[in-house]
């Protein structure tokens, strides 16, 4: 093990174990094992686990054991040599995380995954709920990991930094100089570029959320090899939506037009339309607020394995497929999730439209599959 990143393991462990048995939450930089000079460095946010660091502390995968803090305490730290082995379940189950798939669809970041010449590691290394809560309510903790994370980027010094995150993510790392924005996409910041000691960095939206479109995905995929090889950029021009007028009834409205009752049913923030074919009785969800639809078992048990949600459909394959691409499917809580900005449109009324026809042929699937 090189030296340098045993000693930065050892001041990670040192500075914030304190700070994890203090607010109880589990923590570790690095996703996947640290390697030196890797094709590109991943660089998300925070672990969202949630969890706990007195739970961590008692698995025996990542690897505690007793140590005598500077008050004589005995308290339980985490190995350096895990700390720099990543999260133990990363190789086990990480083809089947959502931003692992979202990561492939960048053709770059495949061959790297594909060739293991990555490094996948976060910034803020408590397991939070979210990235507000670690900027908002754990500043110093916060400051104190950002100031690791560039020591950590010149010990293992990456050709390319990935931030994960044109939202908020790459705004917040204030070291990272000559931010300009690349690409912008129907609704979001597609690519944004930077230099940190003369790595080049790019910023991407979060690929457990890769919600955009194939063209938009297919601009990425374009301007991030322009960069790389200092070529003049494709222009792309994506025309900004407005949602804030979307409205579930005209949806409702063009699949009733097609001879379909289309029942929403407004329940808080979400809708509801059931399709009852006699075998299954299939959810269909909107979440407005969110922008999307999922579908899923309404029968589904409240809690239990995440496969629970469409284990139990009948020809769930054959309901996915129905649904245009891109989309996600079995992932979180849905047999499908799909973002309105998945689907390429001009305007709502358009949107409206191609929900409804994915929807109508969905049903008529369902229905005729009794």
Known sequence: MNKELQNWAEKVIKEITPDAINLNKDYYPFQSKAIENPDILFLGL?????????????????????????????????????????????????????????????SMFDKALN???????????????????AETFHKDVFEKCKKLTYEMIQLIKPKLIVVLGTSKGID?????K???????????????????????????PHP????????????INTNILELIEEKPFTNYEFKKINFSQFSINNIEKIIE?????????????????????????ILVRFSVKDKYFGIRDFNAKTSGSPNRF????ENADLYISTITKPL???????????????????????????????????????INAS
């Open 46 to 106: 925070n672990p969202g686990g949630g969890s706990s660091y007195e739970s961590q502390s008692t698995k025996d995968k990542w690897e505690f054991i007793d140590y005598f803090d500077e008050k004589g305490k005995s308290i339980k730290v985490m190995k350096p040599e895990r700390l720099l082995g990543g999260n133990p379940f990363f190789e086990i189950n990480s083809d089947e995380w959502k931003f692992i798939k979202g990561l492939r669809k960048i």
């Open 172 to 176: 917040q790392l204030d070291e990272f």
């Open 257 to 281: 037009e097609k001879g379909i009752k289309a029942d929403f049913v407004q329940n808080k923030n979400v809708y509801d339309w059931i399709i009852d074919n006699g075998t299954n009785k």
């Open 178 to 204: 000559n931010k300009r924005l690349i690409l912008s996409g129907n609704h979001q910041r597609l690519l944004i570029s930077a230099d940190y000691n003369n790595t080049k960095v790019i910023a991407i």
């Open 115 to 133: 060739e293991n010449k990555f490094v996948l590691a976060n910034y803020f290394y408590l397991s939070t709920a979210d990235f507000y809560e």
């Open 328 to 366: 996600f499917f079995k992932t979180n809580s849905w047999m499908v999730q799909k973002f309105f900005s998945q689907y390429e449109f001009d305007n709502l009324s358009a949107l409206y439209q191609l929900i409804a026809t994915d929807l109508t042929n969905l049903y008529h699937k369902i």
């Open 310 to 313: 469409y284990i139990n459909i």
């Open 208 to 219: 457990s959320l890769m919600a955009i479109t194939e063209k938009e995905i297919e601009a």
